[in-house]
């Protein structure tokens, strides 16, 4: 009987040590002891099938810590359980659910896209601009989303084409998208968004902010795109192993810049919702987002070094933070004490992250 773990598992870790070669990339290993051959199609199937059952003890383990954070917040402060507060948090959390959507994408890709926070601002001064000066809310909807897109694509484009890692890549844009973000606001605060925009991206259905809508059908779109369509299957092969997945036929230029073109259009949908509730269009909003989302991301199920990822708990991820920062203004916590907690819980994230790495390598 065949045990397709093993040979899995080296595949998806061992092509991150070197360079696989045609021949290691379709020949079953030696210690199986089969002597047939095992073409790139088949080793991209049984690696697809093994990243779709990891990380399901993350997932729950992030809606355990989300509950017992519930419940100590609300022995400390039983106020903190309100509806009131619930809905609160959620709500605060759907920008940087988002931003964390998008984040995800990119990374069970292997990648990592640090322009989204000054992408948001771009795409937020963009709908600000296009609204005082009297253009129709299809235009100021579209526009962002639109020019998210662009952003994202030549992130996409210098990563695969010029051949820069995402990390450098996108810290250089960046720098490019924050400027540009100033250069249209002319450094300030774009204010006089009318009041109906508002009530379009930030008002309410019932009792249910729209925001909280939107970030559900967002994650919902999200999670069938990740799990039924061919980008979602090949942004899990490109992650798991990025050579195997090229003689497997997948075009990885394409499929890549295709997840940093979602990951942008994400930023720029969080940015006019962004505008929507602040009722104006801040240049510098974004910034403080960038390391939450990743965050969010990779403590929902996102491996920094691809190949696995889950929308359900990036989303979830999103609101512990979100949480957290309740809670602890809620106990009377000053601001600046507050982000040196977030700041640890991040770290200490993205180590559990790579402890786990370890464990999984040592198992394989």
């Known amino acids: 009987m065949l045990h397709q773990t093993e040979p899995v598992e080296k595949y998806r870790h061992d092509g991150r040590r070197h360079q696989v070669s045609q021949t290691e990339s379709t020949q079953t290993p030696a210690t199986e002891g089969l002597g047939t051959q095992r073409g790139p199609a088949e080793v991209l199937s049984r690696a697809l099938r093994q990243a779709a059952r990891i990380g399901t003890y993350r997932q729950t383990g992030i809606v355990v810590a989300e509950v017992v954070l519930f419940l100590v917040f609300t022995a400390l402060s039983p106020r903190f359980l309100s509806s009131y507060n619930i809905i609160n948090i ?10 964390a959507l998008g984040e995800t994408f990119v990374i069970i890709t292997a990648g990592i896209d640090l322009s989204a926070g000054s992408i948001l601002a771009v795409s937020a001064v963009s709908a600000g601009l296009l609204l005082i000066h009297g253009t129709s809310f299809a235009i100021a909807l579209i526009g962002p ?3 998210g897109a662009l952003a994202g694509l030549v992130n996409g484009l210098i990563i695969t084409l010029i051949r820069i890692t995402p990390f450098i890549a996108t810290l250089g844009t960046m720098s490019i998208y924050a400027g540009i973000a100033l250069i249209l606001a002319g450094g300030q605060t774009v204010y006089g968004i009318p009041l109906s925009f508002e009530g379009l991206l930030g008002g309410s259905l019932g009792p249910i902010p729209i925001p909280v809508l939107v970030l559900l059908a967002v994650l919902l779109l999200a999670a069938a795109t990740l799990k039924y369509t061919k980008l979602g299957e090949y942004a899990i092969a490109i992650g798991g192993n990025a050579e195997v997945a090229r003689l497997a036929g997948i075009n990885l230029s394409v499929y890549t810049s295709a997840v940093y073109v979602v990951a942008g259009a994400l930023c720029a949908l969080g940015g006019m919702i962004s505008v929507a509730r602040l009722g104006a269009a801040d240049p510098t909003s974004g910034s ?12 929902g199920g996102a491996n920094l070094m691809g190949g696995e990822g889950s ?30 907690v977030v700041g640890v819980v991040i770290i200490l994230a993205l180590a559990l992250n790579r402890f786990q790495n370890r464990f999984q390598n040592g198992h394989a």
């Open 90 to 99: 959620i709500l605060q959390s759907v920008v940087t659910g988002l931003l």
């Open 145 to 147: 989303l639109i020019i």
């Open 288 to 299: 403080d987002l960038l390391l939450p989302a990743i965050a969010a991301s990779v403590m």
């Open 311 to 340: 929308m359900l708990g990036a989303v979830v991820g999103a609101v512990l933070i979100s949480t957290l920062q309740a809670g602890l203004t809620f106990l009377n916590v000053q601001a600046f004490y507050q982000e040196v």
